[in-house]
């Protein structure tokens, strides 16, 4: 797997490029089947089932809490040593998630980046931090719903196991590196199919932060688009950029040099089109289910039978 660093304009670190290859399906996938039923599994294990119930605006889902997280656990020399520096936790996770098998990486371009700025935004009210996140955890074990309607298209984090307890063992281990300020990373995961981050390392870390309402360190895993299509994005970002310039100079021609020269609208327009080019959120690959409806719903009843009736 091949990392690249990714930069703001102004040369700050904003993220890591990952190109994978040689990795056509992964052991953690999603997949489909009869249009509304998803099923994440792991290397032959359901994860979670669900069903997208579109007219109301969510997913119904059951856990199975067989979750394993991608990522080893992460000594207290080396957290105090990366902390507050998310491009060495980036890089440290992408060496793990190489040759994990309990990813959801396959080939393509994927983006790893820090999210914190984004989620202060959201929080544009300056709700506490254990608040905020206690909103945009979703809640339920083993089952639950997904609301997409209540935070309106906002952050959301469902959990693929029952977050620990504040008095938990290693949540309480935690804690401490949350007041010492050397907590690593929780690792996201977007999936468009559930419209929310699903949590593939870090559930004790995160219940940490919420307990003691501080703003949790966060690196969000997504597809972006592959080189190929990166390319064709990019010449057509150019191409669009070319005709507003010559728009511009032909309304000169016409009207005189009162007239702008396009380059305050046209280049931050051509800047937002290369980075949605680089760094958008492409939609989650889901492979369709062997045998489809039917041995999803035998899964799901030999999983939680009384949950499947009801779905």
């Known amino acids: 797997m091949h990392r690249t660093d990714l930069l703001h304009p102004d040369g700050n670190w904003r993220g890591l490029a990952l190109d994978v290859r040689d990795r056509p ?22 994860l979670l089932f669900g069903v997208v119930e579109r007219d109301l605006g969510g997913v119904s889902f059951w856990r ?14 080396t957290a105090r040593l990366y902390a507050g520096d998310p491009a060495r936790w980036a890089h440290a996770f992408a060496e793990h ?3 994990s098998d ?13 999210y914190t700025e984004l989620l ?13 996140w206690g909103e945009r955890i979703v809640e339920g074990h083993p ?47 977007w999936v468009s199919g559930l419209d929310c981050h699903l949590i593939l390392d870090g559930h004790a870390r995160l219940a940490a932060a919420v307990a003691e309402n501080a703003e949790p360190p966060l690196l969000v895993l997504h597809r972006a ?24 100079r032909a309304l000169r021609a016409a009207h005189g040099e009162q007239v702008p020269d396009g380059t305050e609208a046209a280049g931050p327009a051509l800047a937002r089109a290369l980075d949605e080019a680089a760094t ?14 039917a041995e999803w719903e035998r899964r799901a009843r030999a999983a939680a039978p009384g949950w499947a009736e009801e779905s």
């Open 143 to 189: 089952d639950g719903y997904l609301d997409w309607y209540f935070h309106n298209g906002a952050w959301t984090v469902l959990p693929l196991r029952a977050l620990p307890e504040a008095d938990d063992a290693r949540v309480k281990a935690y804690r401490k590196q949350v007041r010492d300020g050397t907590l690593p990373p929780v690792l996201l995961w």
């Open 102 to 114: 309990t990813t959801p990486l396959h080939d393509g371009r994927w983006i790893l980046t820090p």
């Open 64 to 77: 199975t809490d067989t979750w394993r997280p991608s990522l080893p656990p992460w000594r207290a020399d």
């Open 280 to 293: 958008g959120h492409r939609p989650t690959w889901a492979w369709p289910l062997p045998g489809g409806r």
């Open 225 to 248: 688009l592959p080189g190929a299509e990166l390319a064709v994005a990019e010449e057509a970002a150019a191409a669009d950029y070319t005709r507003e310039m010559e728009r511009w």
């Open 97 to 99: 998630l190489a040759v």
């Open 25 to 46: 399906r992964p052991e953690l996938r999603l997949h489909t089947a009869g249009g509304d039923r998803l099923l994440l599994e792991l290397a032959g294990d359901a």
């Open 120 to 132: 202060r935004q959201w929080n544009r009210h300056g709700a506490p931090a254990g608040e905020f």
